[in-house]
């Protein structure tokens, strides 16, 4: 019949059939929930603070030092254990995870604002415990919603995604203050209220924004990373300049007002940046026809017939190979698992070697950095130093936490795409690093804790990065939500061994040895305070030995992956790509 048919439109959007405002187009993007999965994640690090309002807690509630680090606990494993967000997200929207992680973490933080501020009679320490950690568990959620949909949206970039994502987070802490401070003044109670509503807001706000959306290719992307990267690094640079100068000088409530205003400018400057880069794609789209080739029916006809014919083979063949592959559940575990970078079940994943050797190499890492953050107000304290410069301490591992983040990102990125330096190796090199700053605690000279401080913070947020990295590339991104929340298992696990365990209790005999020298008893004194360089020291030694085992695991890995490294980890996205279309509004 050869009957032909050719259609050409213009000023469409592809999907939708008719035109979209700009705006709706401008949601619904992929660059505009980029955006606003920044604003979640430069809020979801209010876990990082506990070293500026555990004084607080500790001074209005009594504790001792092994009291608070068991709070520090409990905000990390609310913090590391995510598994309960992954599977909520395996089941359910993008926006309930959002919605029930700012509601947790308003709950948990605002009874702790309570309780610190005397507005409730005083929580026993177990209900303590469980406020903490249902607050800190709240950022797993925020984690889960835009940083698993952020990775999804740009699979080839995850390593620049996630390095830019996890660097807001790392932020986070910083930003927090130089907002509070601007609010609240310098009360360290008010910044326990503003950690319980300030980021449940933002969550509650973009709810609905960050969502996943089918993959395409912009050939422009690594350039609009780049952009998001000098933005932050101005951001950085500016708070960490505002924090030298709050502790060198004496800043008025205008002052910080406006400290903070510039802070919050440059947090939209990204904003700026996606809508820029969405109008290019509407106009893109609205320019250029859009045209529908020729088809001929009698040719339909025929694929048809081929494509039923074709349909019928294969599906004999795939009864024949199930048949043949009916084996074992044990087998599929523990036996049968995929090729590295292929989808992984949860469980073949969790019983993997390579899985097995994350959790020491994390339980390691994670576990020594988090117990010096968790201990630096502590640390500056016994050392004899000023809170404000306590505060400087706490904002510069907050500072060069993000620093960390962004350079693992980008720059393992980079040397895994030009010369095929595999992320675990330089995972080993962050664990060997953060070994010097913890020895300079162990071992202070004046002013080491400002290094020690840059250095811990730097090696702390680039392991985040790696470990997300190295998880989504070795066991695929199917159940990516769930493996990288049980990638960091073996945090709260470090942390409760090496911080409450050994760190803490190091401490306060270290106190009581003071108190004895005195004459007096612990009865005697409200707060267990130590002072001196031997307050820490053992304890930190202590630290170094199993950061340093870490690094040496994590080496095992390095040696079991190296093949899987050499070759093209990405080729499969790179096959399956769609062609760039602009995102449809949910329906």
């Known amino acids: 019949m050869g009957v032909t048919t050719t259609t050409t439109t213009t000023g469409t959007i592809s999907g939708t059939g008719k035109t979209l405002p700009f705006l709706t187009h401008l949601i619904w993007g992929r660059w505009f929930s980029l955006f606003a999965s920044f604003l979640v994640m430069a809020g979801a690090g209010a876990t990082y603070l506990f070293g500026v309002y555990s004084k607080e807690i500790k001074s209005s509630l009594g504790y001792d030092q092994t009291t608070l680090n068991l709070l520090g606990f409990f905000k990390d494993l609310g913090a590391n254990v995510g598994v309960p967000s992954g599977l909520v997200a395996e089941v359910t929207p993008t926006w309930f995870v959002l919605l029930l992680g700012s509601g947790l973490n308003f709950c ?7 309780a610190v501020t005397n507005r409730i009679s005083k929580p026993k320490v177990w209900q303590m415990c469980l406020y903490i950690c249902i607050g800190a568990n709240s950022q797993n959620f925020a984690n889960t919603g835009a940083l698993v949909t952020s990775v999804s949206n740009f699979p080839e970039s995850r390593g620049v995604v996630l390095g830019l994502l996890k660097g807001f987070t790392g932020l986070s802490g910083a930003i927090m203050t130089q907002i509070y401070l601007a609010v609240y003044g ?26 996943k959306i089918s993959l395409v290719r912009q050939a422009n992307e690594l350039k609009m990373f780049y952009q998001f990267l000098y933005v932050s690094v101005f951001l950085a640079l500016f708070i960490m300049a505002m924090t030298i100068a709050q502790n060198q000088a004496t800043f008025s409530t205008t002052a910080y007002a406006g400290s903070a205003s510039v802070v919050i400018f440059l947090l939209f400057v990204p904003l700026f940046i996606s809508i820029k880069e969405e109008l290019n794609i509407w106009r893109q789209n609205n320019q250029q026809p859009v ?61 993997s ?17 988090l117990t010096a953050v968790d201990n630096m107000g502590q640390i500056g304290e016994s050392l004899g130093y000023p809170a404000k410069t306590i505060k400087t301490f706490v904002s510069l591992v907050s500072i060069w936490n993000y620093f960390g983040r962004i350079f693992s990102g980008f720059v393992s990125e980079i040397l895994l795409a030009k010369y095929k330096f595999p992320r675990p190796l330089m995972f080993s090199l962050v664990l060997f690093l953060s070994c010097v700053g913890l020895l300079m605690i162990a071992f202070p000279i004046p002013g080491s804790v400002y290094v020690a401080s840059i250095i811990i913070g730097f090696s702390f947020g680039a392991q985040l990065p790696l470990i997300f990295a190295i998880i989504s590339e070795l066991f695929g991104l199917k159940y990516y939500s769930t ?72 080496l095992i890995l390095v040696v079991r992956t190296r093949e899987f490294y050499n070759g093209d980890i990405y080729k499969k996205f790179r096959d399956g790509v769609q062609p760039k279309t602009p995102a449809e509004p949910p329906k």
């Not at 339909?300 to 024949?320: A, C, F, G, L, P």
């Not at 084996?327 to 575990?333: D, G, L, M, Q, Y």
Request: aromatic share 10%.
């Open 483 to 554: 493996l990288f929340n049980c990638g960091q298992l073996g945090s709260p696990l470090g942390t409760y061994i090496l911080n409450v365990m050994v760190t803490g209790p190091l401490y306060d005999r270290e106190a009581k040895k003071e108190l004895a020298r005195k004459g007096l008893t612990r009865a005697a004194v409200k707060e267990l305070v130590c002072m001196g360089s031997r307050c820490y020291r053992l304890s930190f030694i202590i630290l170094t030995c199993v950061c340093c085992f870490g690094g040496l695991a994590s």
């Open 186 to 211: 310098n009360d360290s109670k008010s910044l326990i209220l503003l950690i319980a509503w300030l980021p449940a807001a933002i969550s509650v706000v973009f709810v609905y924004t960050i969502r």
């Open 291 to 351: 045209s529908i080739p020729e088809v001929k029916i009698d040719n339909m006809i025929d694929q048809h017939h081929e494509h039923i014919e074709q349909e019928s083979t294969n599906v004999t063949n795939r009864k024949s190979t199930d048949g043949n592959r009916k084996t074992s559940c044990f087998a599929n575990v523990f036996l049968n698992k995929p090729e590295r970078g292929e989808d992984y079940s949860i469980l073949q994943a969790l019983l």
């Open 353 to 369: 070697t390579d899985m097995l050797i994350l959790f020491v190499s994390t339980f390691c890492g994670l576990g020594t950095s």
């Open 108 to 114: 948990g933080y605002f009874m702790i604002w309570l």
